[in-house]
Structures are given as structure tokens and as C-alpha cells.
């Protein structure tokens, strides 16, 4: 194992400091509960709160600024935060309009986050509502998960929940709008390589040197089926098709990431778009906005994902409205 790193187990300690010394015009940090806050918060807002085990960079704790998250919390490399420490962000940052939680789906985060609402309601009065993203279609029901599990339509999710929540609407109208785009998000991803998780030491499992493993897991879960490697315009076949089989994306504005998983190449990530624009095409999918790169990672796995958003006027809005964070920014 070679990695910039001290000791194992304080990997994510180590990182988050390194966060708070890098950014302290945007973020204030919580190195004891591992939480990410937004340095300024909004006041008479609906705050929103994202988070799940480290190792996805720059999804969550890069998403906390101006137009997404009010917090992250950071639980250990691909392991869910305990309800304690998503209690403790949720009181911080509820300014008694109510807190939203994004979830991805996870056995763990959906339990321990569940689990911190109901403490956050019963101990300190606070409203809590909830939205799971189960955006994965390449597999039902995983090592992790009960149902789809959530991969890359958690930014989607994040961003545009963000932007209402920012232009002062209510949790209603902020929970409604995060649980339209979880519903109408599909993702699908392929890895080239397995990543190594600091504590394990060793990779999470083996691939040899021509294969890949299709409908992979950000975690490293098994996908779909193991295959020899492919050029980019049939792998790009690969990732469009369980998608636009799964779900019905003409006749709408698409927003799209075409999302790296941590040891990708921008040059052969934004190869893989134009392979998968091609295709989106000719199947009559109007594609409106375009993100490609590391957003929702896999420590340092080779392999890329797509997520499409089947989007509306008032999504393709909020979409662009202002965001000021470390992993997104634009419009301000």
C-alpha cells in the first residue's frame, strides 16, 4: 500500500484538518465529530445536511458552502457516521425552519441517520425530514443495501435542494424538490481497478490487467458481471444503456456527470463523455449541462459512472443558481 498518509487510523482526522487549514474563508471544522459546517450560515433557512464514510471526496464535506450543504459528517473510509455525530450537526445547524437530511443508501447511513432524526426531534424539538437517493440501476439489493444503492445523483440532489433551501423556501417545498430529483436520477458505473482502504492495507478485491468489473459500487461492491476491457465507444455503450433501459429520459432537459472514481484521467473522462454524448444523442436525449471529473469518488479506484437527471425548467434553475463551495462553484 502506498499512500500520502500517517497513520491508518487517523486518516480522516488527518484529511479534515487539512480541510479547515485550506479553506477557512468557507468552512469551519469539527476534527472531534468529524463534521464539516458552512463558515457563514444562512439565517431563517432550511438547513441541509449530507454525509456517509470518507473516501468519496469531494462528495459531502466538498459540497458545504453558499447554495448545497449547511454540513457534511464524516464518518470513517466507506463507513457511516454514528447517530451522535449526525445529531450533533443537525442541532448545530438548525435555525428552526427545519433540517433536511440526504441520504444515500446504505444499510448504516440510512439507520444511523434515521436514528439521529428521531433523537434530534425528541430531545431538542427539532423538525427533521428525509430523502434517500437510490439512483445505482445495476443492481437491486447489494452487500450494503436494501434496494438500489446511492452513488452519483447525490450531487444532483444536493445542489438543487441547496438552491431552493438558499432562495428561503420551506422544508416542504425543499424535501419535495430533493425527492423529484432522487426520482428521476439514474446512475451507472465501471470500474477498471479496486481502490485500497488505509485500514485494510490491501485492495478491496482483484481485477487482472483485461478486465473491468461492470455496475460497481463506490465501496468496491461487486457490480453486475466481470469482463475483458473494451474501448471507450463500447464502454460508454455499457453505462448509457441499463440507464435509458431503466428510465424514460426523452422529452426533457438532461443534466448529466460523467464522474470520475478517483484515479481517472480528466482527458480520458471527458473521451468517455463524448463516447456517451454520441449515444445520448441518438437515442433523442437533449443533454442541457454537462459535469465531468471527480465529484463522487472511490478513493483511488480507475473507472468512471454517468447520472442522468431528467430535469425541468425550474430544475435546470436551480441547477444554475449560485454555489460556493471547494467541490462546485459557479454564478457568484
Known sequence: MKKLINNPNDVVTDSLKGVALGHPDLLEVDLENHIVYRKQPKDGKVAIISGGGAGHEPLHSGFVGTGMLDAAVCGEVFTSPVPDQIMEATNKVDS??????????????VMNFEMAA????????????????????????????????????????????????????????????????????RS????????????????????????????????????????????????????????????????APIIALLGGMGATPLSELYLMWGECAVL?????????????????????????ALSLLKADDELLR?????????????GA
Not at 428552526?96 to 447511513?109: A, F, Q, R, S
Request: overall charge negative; proline content about 3%; glycine content about 10%.
Open 96 to 109: 428552526g425552519k427545519g433540517v433536511l437530511h440526504i441520504v444515500k443508501n446504505y444499510t448504516g447511513d
Open 188 to 251: 451507472f458505473g465501471l470500474a477498471l481497478t479496486s481502490c485500497t482502504v488505509p485500514a485494510a492495507g490491501k485492495p478491496t478485491f482483484e481485477l487482472a490487467e483485461d478486465e473491468i468489473e461492470l455496475g460497481i459500487g463506490i465501496h468496491g461492491e461487486p457490480g453486475r458481471e466481470r469482463r475483458k476491457l473494451q474501448e471507450a465507444h463500447e464502454l460508454a455503450a455499457e453505462l448509457v444503456e441499463p440507464i435509458i433501459e431503466d428510465y424514460d429520459f426523452t422529452g
Open 280 to 304: 445520448l444523442e441518438e437515442a433523442g436525449i437533449k443533454v442541457e449541462r454537462v459535469l465531468v471529473g471527480d465529484y463522487v469518488t472511490s478513493l483511488e479506484m480507475a473507472g468512471c
Open 118 to 185: 428521531e433523537m434530534a426531534a425528541d430531545m431538542e424539538d427539532t423538525t427533521v425530514a428525509s430523502v434517500i437517493v437510490e439512483d445505482d440501476v445495476a443492481v437491486q439489493d447489494s452487500l450494503y443495501t436494501a434496494g438500489r444503492r446511492g452513488v452519483g445523483g447525490t450531487l444532483f440532489v444536493e445542489k438543487i435542494a441547496g438552491a431552493l433551501a438558499e432562495e428561503g423556501a420551506d422544508l416542504e417545498a425543499v424535501t419535495n424538490v430533493a425527492q423529484k430529483v432522487a426520482d428521476n436520477t
Open 318 to 330: 436551480l441547477w444554475d443558481a449560485p454555489v460556493v463551495t471547494t467541490g462546485l462553484r459557479w
